[in-house]
């Protein structure tokens, strides 16, 4: 933003209720669980599963997911590394929002790069950022192409499709990582919520 614009603005993020307060009224620290991995490697599936347990254990969550929120906030938004890095950068800010606001973001994104990752750490702070890698590899997530898309990228019919025509570096410094091609999905669900228990006590 121009400094002259920036100059005009005045924030109040000292003038509302605090962060403590917050958590205190929800009884959890606000946290991000953000998972990252190819397509098809089961993030979403195992995020819906650790919303519906924190949910049924009385704790308030919210699911970022790529697909949805590129329906809506990142509608403008496609998968060259610009689109990509706004849309992480978006959702970084929006789940800052939301754990600061004492809830437990759960975030389904690909998140391909180390780059990004980064970016969403920096954005959302070192302290709530937790990385899990949902580790399946390529040929499992395109044997079961969930979606019909690894096929259509094969045949180029979708561009810069990540494991395809697009990059997928594996996080060198995941905070958990969960091997979603070996292990069943109740067996990763229950790594995934024990990881994130010891995190939202207050
Ligand atoms: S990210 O790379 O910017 O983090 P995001 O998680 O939002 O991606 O969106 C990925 C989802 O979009 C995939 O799960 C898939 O359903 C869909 N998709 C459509 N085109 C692509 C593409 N070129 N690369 C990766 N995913 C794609």
Request: overall charge neutral; some cysteine; hydrophobic content about 35%.
């Given at each position: 933003m121009p400094q002259q614009e920036a100059s005009n603005l005045f924030p109040i993020f000292d003038k509302v209720v605090d962060r403590e307060n917050k958590e205190a009224l929800l009884k959890q620290r606000g946290t991000v669980i953000w998972m990252t991995g190819l397509s098809g490697s089961g993030k979403t599936t195992l995020a819906i599963g650790l919303e519906k347990y924190l949910h049924d254990n009385g704790h308030l969550a919210y699911l970022l997911d790529g697909d949805n929120l590129r329906t809506g906030i990142n509608s403008d938004l496609g998968f060259s590394e610009k689109d990509r890095k706004e849309n992480i950068r978006r959702v970084a800010e929006v789940s800052k929002l939301f754990a600061s606001s004492g809830i437990i973001t759960v975030n389904s994104f690909v998140s391909p790069t180390e780059e990004l990752r980064q970016l969403a750490k920096s954005i959302i702070g070192t302290a709530d950022f937790n990385l899990v890698y949902v580790n399946t590899p390529l040929e499992i997530c395109e044997k079961r192409d969930t979606k019909g898309l690894y096929v259509k990228a094969r045949k180029g019919e979708?561009?810069?499709?990540?494991g395809i025509s697009a990059p997928f570096e594996e996080p060198k410094q995941a905070d958990l990582v969960i091997d979603a091609g070996r292990d069943a999905y109740e067996e990763c669900l229950k790594q995934l919520i024990a990881f994130v228990l010891p995190k939202i006590k207050c």
């Amino acid at each position: 933003m121009p400094q002259q614009e920036a100059s005009n603005l005045f924030p109040i993020f000292d003038k509302v209720v605090d962060r403590e307060n917050k958590e205190a009224l929800l009884k959890q620290r606000g946290t991000v669980i953000w998972m990252t991995g190819l397509s098809g490697s089961g993030k979403t599936t195992l995020a819906i599963g650790l919303e519906k347990y924190l949910h049924d254990n009385g704790h308030l969550a919210y699911l970022l997911d790529g697909d949805n929120l590129r329906t809506g906030i990142n509608s403008d938004l496609g998968f060259s590394e610009k689109d990509r890095k706004e849309n992480i950068r978006r959702v970084a800010e929006v789940s800052k929002l939301f754990a600061s606001s004492g809830i437990i973001t759960v975030n389904s994104f690909v998140s391909p790069t180390e780059e990004l990752r980064q970016l969403a750490k920096s954005i959302i702070g070192t302290a709530d950022f937790n990385l899990v890698y949902v580790n399946t590899p390529l040929e499992i997530c395109e044997k079961r192409d969930t979606k019909g898309l690894y096929v259509k990228a094969r045949k180029g019919e979708i561009k810069e499709f990540t494991g395809i025509s697009a990059p997928f570096e594996e996080p060198k410094q995941a905070d958990l990582v969960i091997d979603a091609g070996r292990d069943a999905y109740e067996e990763c669900l229950k790594q995934l919520i024990a990881f994130v228990l010891p995190k939202i006590k207050c």
